[in-house]
């Protein structure tokens, strides 16, 4: 690659590039500023001063010379220098040397984003050991208009300039180097083999060759190879959906472009500024000027960007229906996304005017073998693993499906995720997805591959129940998040074919799932459609009543008291005629709680005695049951101190406590921390009240339990609001109240928990409009804002309690200053590498306080330390 040579800039015969960088310094101005006042592109002033372009158009001078306001002399030579430089321009060094280049493409619409992307290609193809570079990725990422870009900006950098090669129209492999030698002007002529006849013309040459669409005639690649190694300074920008596996081949995978971060702000302005949404209004405007993201519709692009996976060409496809379809309109058809994404532009190739024919292009290209795995993958949603796949994809050896995932991966018809445990997955886009299943459907193969799917998940699913609802849940539910779509799929295709059977056994397993992530109303649907399926005659007496428990908890959640009741009765009624004591142990439980929430704490006592003597018995063969044990415990104190009974209430909390504490089981403490703050509440000490809330404000969002986390906001707001912090309670509490109703929680739930003065609030807000403003505020915050918020109000307040420990004693004394400054920067949610950063210290070092500070407080995690930092006053 060549350098820019050194210019004489007060010779006679100097450039205009020469010339107009000269006058542009001289006035002050950068590039930017010039362009800016010329009303030209800062990148086209860029390339006129590199001698990338030859003359300007007259147009153009007229303006540059307008913004430069030379005097007339400069203005004079600058006019000799443009004459001179259009007098050169049919000697260009590649002409002079015999080698004809044609021209670049001209793409008819402007490249939307990929900064990042152009960047990182220049830098790799300006080192001295990428020889070759393939940008590979799935049809319709925009792979050939990127080649192009980085064309465009190195044409000044390569003293022979740059080739572009589109292969796209040959399907001989044989017709590659002819192709390329047609570009380049080299005549086939003699005996000689045409590779060495472009190797003589190209051998001291600067060039670099651009080759698009590879991935049909890769079998050409060898003679790629034996180019480069024919000629030292040719360098070579391939385009392919599958890699060309050479062994000077570097390779850059082109992302779908950037879709707005989950979480991130909804203003249009930072909206627009995600790739894929800016390509969206830019590609709708052509169809409609008038278009424009706006509040109303701002969601339904972003959700339509998001639905096509960022994919360039499907988002085009897409924007063309916007003046028939409106964004909400144009939503609800990508259902079927496919059918959608047809009628691109009659200029454009055909394998991209539909996004069907461009997936079809690189399904096509695969060996008969690959094609049937792929068709059998496509019925897994949001992924796989390589042992799932080995399952569904029954009737292809194991060695087999493991080279057919990786000649998929290669063809960018599937893309490869790690996950924490270093476990592979594997997973298509969805856009690439939906061609799977019509050809699954044309095979005859796709009741036998959904029923294998299916079967895999209900023993994934019935694998997980035990292991939920304990102290080591965490990475079970890690499991199932990972594998809900597949889960939802499952089960879809179970109910659609009316099995019954597996079904049920499928949304029993997934009960405590949907219990521990507050989703209510999509685990009752589920469960009474699994029931729906089939008579309870014919159904496993332990199946059902594992449906029927989850169907009486869930309802009990969203306050369907009678729905409740009636389930969980059944359900005790087949775990005993089973003989099932755990599933009698939840049904008993479940009753306990679904009285309880009716407003009554006399009738819950019998049935939690009643679990718990049933899992105390268990507890002594089985160490499970030791955490429903405590969990019994702790319904009961919650029970007792609606009872008035605040004693007996704090004796059964501290002792379930102490056994959740001991077991590690920290969702458990999060809401027996709850049940806590409300007993001190009654007693009148809203100092150890708050506390008690602080602590289980960590540990719900650390567990991710959204009822837990509003329970805990709701907990600092009725502080706030004994202590006379009215606006601010009403903030939370509003907060607390559309929490509770996206997740499917009763007001009724948060009422019962405020007590008396709170229920009060709720209904006759004191202050009146002030109040009822403060409440409505509170109800537009998210869940992010509404826990920070909480935790603003917390650390305002803080009451000391009289109950609460002497600090001296409480055994933080042991750390040292450095130790106590990690817990500190622990509970506020800092990682390792934050905390490294902000104490100057090494992650080894930090790593090894919080091992030492674990020690010295006989806590377990992070998330203990959190909790014990805010339980002590540290955070």
Same mark, same amino acid.
């Given at each position: ?557 969203? /306050?369907?008291?009678? +729905? #409740?009741? @009636?389930?969980?009765? $059944? =359900? %005790?009624? !087949?775990?005993?005629?089973? *003989? &099932? ?102 007693? /009148?000490?809203?100092? +150890? #009240?708050? @506390?008690?809330?602080? $602590? =289980? %404000?960590? !540990?719900?969002?650390?567990? *991710? &339990? ?122 506020? *949610? ?46």
């Amino acid at each position: 690659m060549s350098t820019t040579r050194p210019v004489d800039e007060g010779a006679e015969d100097a450039t205009f590039g020469d010339r107009l960088r000269r006058a542009r310094v001289a006035a002050g101005l950068s590039q930017e500023q010039l362009a800016e006042r010329a009303g030209v592109s800062a990148r086209g002033i860029s390339d006129l001063e590199r001698g990338v372009r030859g003359a300007p158009r007259p147009d153009i001078l007229a303006l540059l010379l307008d913004a430069l306001r030379l005097p007339p002399a400069e203005r004079a030579a600058m006019l000799a220098a443009v004459r001179r430089s259009r007098d050169r321009q049919p000697s260009s060094p590649a002409a002079a040397q015999g080698l004809v280049l044609a021209s670049l493409p001209v793409p008819l619409t402007p490249l939307v984003g990929r900064e990042r992307e152009v960047a990182e290609v220049m830098e790799r193809l300006g080192h001295p050991g990428v020889r070759l570079l393939t940008l590979t990725g799935p049809g319709g990422t925009g792979k050939t208009r990127l080649a192009i870009r980085v064309a465009e900006e190195l044409q000044g950098d390569f003293a022979d300039g740059v080739a572009f090669v589109g292969l796209a129209p040959i399907t001989d492999p044989a017709l590659v180097l002819p192709t390329v030698a047609q570009v380049l002007g080299v005549r086939e002529g003699g005996d000689r083999p045409l590779a060495a006849q472009l190797a003589d013309v190209l051998r001291k040459r600067d060039v670099l060759l651009v080759l698009d669409n590879v991935e049909h005639v890769v079998e050409a690649a060898a003679q790629i190879a034996d180019l480069l190694a024919a000629i030292p300074r040719l360098r070579v920008l391939a385009t392919s959906r599958v890699p060309l596996r050479l062994s000077a081949e570097h390779r850059l995978l082109v992302p779908p472009l950037s879709l707005p971060a989950p979480g991130a702000s909804r203003s249009i302005e930072e909206l627009v500024k995600a790739e894929a949404v800016s390509l969206f209004v830019d590609r709708a405007k052509a169809v409609r000027p008038d278009f424009t993201l706006t509040p109303a519709n701002v969601d339904a692009v972003t959700a339509i960007c998001a639905r096509l996976d960022g994919l360039p060409l499907a988002i085009e496809l897409a924007a063309a229906r916007i003046g028939v379809l409106p964004p909400h309109a144009l939503l609800s058809h990508l259902e079927q996304r496919l059918a959608l994404l047809t009628g691109g532009p009659r200029d454009a190739p055909a394998r991209q005017r539909t996004m069907g024919d461009t997936i079809a292009w690189s399904h096509d290209l695969l060996t008969s073998q690959d094609q049937t795995l792929f068709r059998r993958l496509a019925v897994f949603v949001g992924g796989f693993t390589l042992e799932a796949a080995e399952v569904v994809a029954s009737g292809i050896s194991a060695c087999h499906v493991l080279d057919g995932i990786s000649s998929l991966v290669e063809s960018s018809l599937l893309r490869q995720d790690e996950l924490a445990a270093g476990v592979p997955r594997f997973g298509m886009l969805e856009t690439v997805r939906e061609y799977g299943p019509e050809q699954l459907t044309a095979s005859g193969e796709s009741d036998a591959v959904h029923d294998r799917h299916a079967s895999w998940f209900v023993a994934v699913a019935e694998q997980a129940d035990p292991l939920l609802l304990r102290p080591d849940q965490e990475t079970t539910l890690e499991h199932l998040e990972t594998e809900l779509s597949n889960l939802r799929a499952a089960l879809d295709w179970l109910e659609t074919t009316e099995k019954a059977e597996p079904a049920v056994r499928l949304a029993g397993a997934l009960r405590w799932f949907w219990l521990i992530r507050g989703d209510y109303r999509e685990g009752i649907d589920r469960l009474e459609r699994a029931l729906g399926l089939t008579g309870a005659e014919v159904t496993p007496p332990a199946a059902g009543a594992r449906v029927l428990t989850g169907v009486g908890f869930l309802s009990a959640m969203r /306050g369907n008291r009678n +729905r #409740a009741e @009636a389930a969980l009765t $059944e =359900a %005790l009624t !087949l775990a005993r005629i089973a *003989g &099932d004591a755990w599933e009698t142990g939840w049904a008993l439980h479940g009753l306990g709680i679904a009285t309880g929430y009716a407003g009554d704490y006399l009738r819950p006592e019998k049935h939690y005695t009643a679990a718990l003597g049933v899992f105390r018995e268990l507890a002594v063969e089985e160490p499970a049951a030791r955490p429903r044990v405590a969990a019994v415990l702790a319904d009961m104190g919650w029970v007792a101190s609606g009872r008035g009974e605040v004693e007996l209430a704090e004796a059964r909390l501290e002792e379930a406590l102490t056994e959740a504490r001991t077991l590690g089981f920290t969702w458990l403490v999060g809401l027996i921390m709850i049940n806590l703050g409300q007993v001190a509440g009654q007693a /009148g000490d809203d100092g +150890r #009240a708050l @506390a008690c809330y602080r $602590e =289980a %404000l960590v !540990l719900a969002v650390a567990e *991710g &339990d959204r009822r837990l986390v509003a329970f805990a906001v709701q907990g600092v707001g009725r502080v706030a609001l004994a202590q006379g912090q009215e606006v601010r309670a009403a903030r939370l509490l509003g907060a607390v109240a559309a929490l509770l109703e996206r997740i499917g929680v009763p007001l009724e739930q948060l009422t019962h928990r405020l007590g008396k003065r709170g229920t009060a609030t709720v209904h006759v807000a004191p202050g009146g409009a002030t109040f009822a403003a403060a409440w409505e505020a509170g109800w537009a915050l998210t869940l992010q804002e509404a826990v920070a918020e909480a935790e603003d109000v917390a650390a305002a307040l803080a009451i000391d309690s009289p109950s609460s420990p002497d600090r001296r004693s409480s055994g933080w004394s042991g750390l040292s200053p450095r130790e106590v400054e990690v817990l500190r920067l622990v509970a506020a *949610g800092k990682t390792d590498a934050e905390i490294a950063e902000a104490l100057f210290l090494s992650k080894r070092t930090v790593g090894t306080h919080l091992t030492n500070l674990l020690a010295k407080l006989d806590l377990a995690n992070r998330t203990e330390a959190a909790a014990w930092a805010v339980r002590h006053g540290l955070a």
